[in-house]
């Protein structure tokens, strides 16, 4: 199968590239040199050239504080709503698969109950979840053969994230203040990319959640686990989300847990729990 992979210069994009070589498919990556998702002549150019039979669209702008700035804004939008409606129309055009990848800030992050994959109560809470929003509706509005695949607390080893951060910070002070009330599941990005390959093998079209397995946690849940399995002595003290202050700029989901049932019952193998990737993702990265 030939399959053109977005956004390939990021952490899961990269990790989506290798698993799919790894299966000895026909892996196309692109990123925005090679491919400007917001110019659609370009979109059609290269994906009708390419002639993929799937493609995996992970190319987003994922700032989410800076999605929030004023002049950034319609730049957003063109990455997240434009962009992928494009590779939409386009992917109709070629009667290809597609596959977007999501996040659960298309919900309004409130309550307790995890989110059902094909629950349609839209809130974003932010500029970055109402783009990538306006994305999911684009592709489901274009196509028939899509798959929508919500993530949460992604870390891969290509890119920065939480676990790279808290390390840094470990490294330089004894404690570390971090947020208690906003609960998820983290996504390891390899883990992830085996899931991803394993959908786009298949027809079973439609929405998903897929973070790792483990149960839900608080990102104070995480750094402590970060901090004990790397060997730090860092102390980590828990705040609320308002005690933390304004240092975010964009409002956060306090309920990012997602119910991933779906994938069990379309036969899909779930991923290893949180702990266990985050063991063998700190073998992989020098910290």
């Not at 929030?68 to 009667?95: F, H, P, W």
């Not at 929003?133 to 993530?151: P, S």
């Amino acid at each position: 199968m030939k399959v053109l992979v977005t956004g390939v210069n990021g952490q899961l994009g990269h990790d989506v590239m290798n698993e799919l070589t790894k299966r000895e498919h026909n892996a196309v990556g692109v990123d925005i040199d090679e491919m400007d998702i917001t110019d659609k002549k370009c979109v059609d150019d290269v994906i009708g050239k390419t002639n993929p039979d799937a493609v995996i669209h992970c190319a987003a702008w994922t700032a989410v504080d800076l999605a929030e700035e004023a002049e950034n804004i319609d730049t957003v939008r063109a990455v997240n709503a434009y962009g992928t409606k494009y590779i939409a129309q386009s992917c109709k055009a070629l009667d290809c698969k597609m596959m977007y990848i999501s996040t659960d800030y298309v919900f309004d992050g409130q309550g307790t109950d995890p989110w059902k994959a094909d629950c349609k109560d839209y809130a974003p809470l932010n500029v970055y979840g109402q783009t990538k929003l306006e994305g999911e509706l684009a592709v489901a509005g274009t196509l028939d053969k899509y798959f929508i695949v919500r993530i949460a607390w992604v870390f891969g080893v290509n890119g920065k994230n939480f676990i790279k951060t808290m390390l840094n910070v470990g490294k330089t002070h004894d404690t570390v203040t971090v947020v208690d009330d906003q609960i998820g599941t983290p996504t390891y990005t390899y883990d992830l990319a085996r899931l991803l390959v394993d959908m786009i093998e298949t027809e079973k079209y439609g929405y998903y959640h897929a973070t790792n397995e483990g149960g839900y946690i608080s990102w104070y849940d995480f750094a402590c686990e970060i901090f004990k399995q790397a060997g730090y002595n860092t102390k980590v003290k828990p705040v609320t989300t308002a005690e933390y202050g304004g240092i975010s700029k964009a409002k956060r989901p306090f309920n990012s847990r997602l119910d991933k049932s779906k994938l069990l019952q379309n036969g899909f193998t779930p991923l290893p729990t949180w702990q266990d990737a985050l063991a063998r993702y700190l073998k992989e990265i020098e910290y």
